[in-house]
Structures are given as structure tokens and as C-alpha cells.
Antibody, heavy 123, light 108 residues
Framework: QVQLQQSGPGLVKPSQTLSLTCAIS??????????WNWIRQSPSRGLEWLGR?????????DSAISVKSRITINPDTSKNHFSLQLSSVTPEDTAVYYC?????????????WGQGTMVTVSS | DIHMTQSPSSLSASVGDRVTITCRAS??????LNWYQQKPGKAPKLLIY???SLQSGVPSRFSGSRSGTDFTLTITSLQPEDFATYYC??????????FGQGTKVEIK
């Protein structure tokens, strides 16, 4: 069965870069009927989509306007994982971060989620 | 961007009750509407996709329906494990694909 396993630090200092990784088992990051997303959740913003990466003949990335200048999402086919980097973080970036698979076979729903990582931005 | 308006924000119900949660899209999204359940400290879990298709392994007491841009999640005979927060989400447009604000189902 498909599983997503997140890893990365839970505490990041202001102005630094938040880095998380999502390891995929049971599927492939380069499968062309799926996209690999990062979503965060906080009491103030609710569930907020941050960005995604997907492969259809070549690699594509999309990102939310709110983080567009600060976000990098990279796939790694050799390790079958994808990563999130969010630069210049502030306390407003404190949230639970999730990776999630978007499935074309499920009307683009997020059918598989990682376990979540609580990230606190604080000095 | 397409906006999703979900109601109510919370409700109290008893085990065995029938519960209905609604979600309205700001414009047409055809059947591209999904429902998720989230329990405290856990990731959201997909319950229903394409407005009315039950995700594998989800009990049949959960169902979804559509009328135009209005969507409904129904739980017939609420069970103790169903007390959670429920979110709708549209997957019709290019991202961002908005979630509703959530409905917390609490024990009466």
C-alpha cells in the first residue's frame, strides 16, 4: 500500500530555511497520473496548499502565490522522495506541514497523506 | 480563485443521529468535490471524491451528493469514531484548490 513518510526538523529560527522531505513507498514520484503536494495547517489559515511537483514527459512545479518567492519543491527519483524548502521563514509560517499525493484517478483528490510535521518558527 | 463555503462550522449530535454537512462552491466545479475527515493530531483522510464516490475502506454510512454548486456530506447513524472535523475541497480548477473552513462534529 502507498505510504508517505515525512522527515525534517520541528524547530526553525526566523529568517532561516524550513526543509522537509517526504519519502514515498508503494508508488513512484515520477508516475504521470499523480502529483506530489505540500499542504500546511494552522489555526489562523486552516488547510493551505503550498505547492506541488509532477511529471508528464518533463517535471513541472506549481506554487501558491503567497509563498511563490520563497518555496522550492524538488523531486528526487533516485531516492523516490520529494522535498520542501521554504526560505526566510517568520512566525507566520508556524504550522503542521503535510505532504500528500494528488491522484488523477480520484478526480485530483489528495488520497494519501503523510503523518504531518509540526514546525515552529522561533528563536 | 474558487471559494468554498462550508456550513455549519460545528454541530452537536448523538450516536445514531443522521448528520448533514453542506458545502457551496463560488462557481461551477462539476463533480470535482472531495470530503475529508480529520481527527485531532492526525492528517486528513479522504472519505469521498468526485462528489459521491466512496473511497476504498470508508464505511457506507458516509455518502455525498451534488445539486448544482451545492454539495452535501451525509452520515447516517453517527458512530463514536465519527466525531471529528470534516472538510470539503474542490479539485476542479488549477491550484490552489481551496478547502472549506471545516465542520467540527461533537458529541451532544
Amino acid at each position: 500500500q502507498v505510504q508517505l513518510q515525512q522527515s525534517g526538523p520541528g524547530l526553525v529560527k526566523p529568517s532561516q530555511t524550513l526543509s522537509l522531505t517526504c519519502a514515498i513507498s508503494g508508488d513512484s514520484v515520477s508516475r504521470n497520473t499523480a502529483a506530489w503536494n505540500w499542504i500546511r495547517q494552522s489555526p489562523s489559515r486552516g488547510l493551505e496548499w503550498l505547492g506541488r511537483t509532477y511529471y508528464t514527459s518533463k517535471w513541472y512545479n506549481d506554487s501558491a502565490i503567497s509563498v511563490k518567492s520563497r518555496i522550492t519543491i524538488n523531486p528526487d527519483t533516485s531516492k523516490n522522495h520529494f522535498s520542501l524548502q521554504l526560505s526566510s521563514v517568520t512566525p507566520e509560517d508556524t504550522a503542521v506541514y503535510y505532504c500528500a499525493r494528488e491522484s488523477g484517478g480520484h478526480f485530483n483528490a489528495y488520497d494519501i497523506w503523510g503523518q504531518g510535521t509540526m514546525v515552529t518558527v522561533s528563536s | 480563485d474558487i471559494h468554498m463555503t462550508q456550513s455549519p462550522s460545528s454541530l452537536s449530535a448523538s450516536v445514531g443521529d443522521r448528520v448533514t454537512i453542506t458545502c457551496r462552491a463560488s462557481q461551477t466545479i462539476n463533480n470535482y468535490l472531495n470530503w475529508y475527515q480529520q481527527k485531532p493530531g492526525k492528517a486528513p483522510k479522504l472519505l469521498i471524491y468526485a462528489a459521491s464516490s466512496l473511497q476504498s475502506g470508508v464505511p457506507s454510512r458516509f455518502s455525498g451528493s451534488r445539486s448544482g454548486t451545492d454539495f452535501t456530506l451525509t452520515i447516517t447513524s453517527l458512530q463514536p469514531e465519527d466525531f471529528a472535523t470534516y472538510y470539503c475541497q474542490q479539485s476542479y480548477s488549477a491550484p490552489p484548490r481551496a478547502f472549506g473552513q471545516g465542520t467540527k462534529v461533537e458529541i451532544k
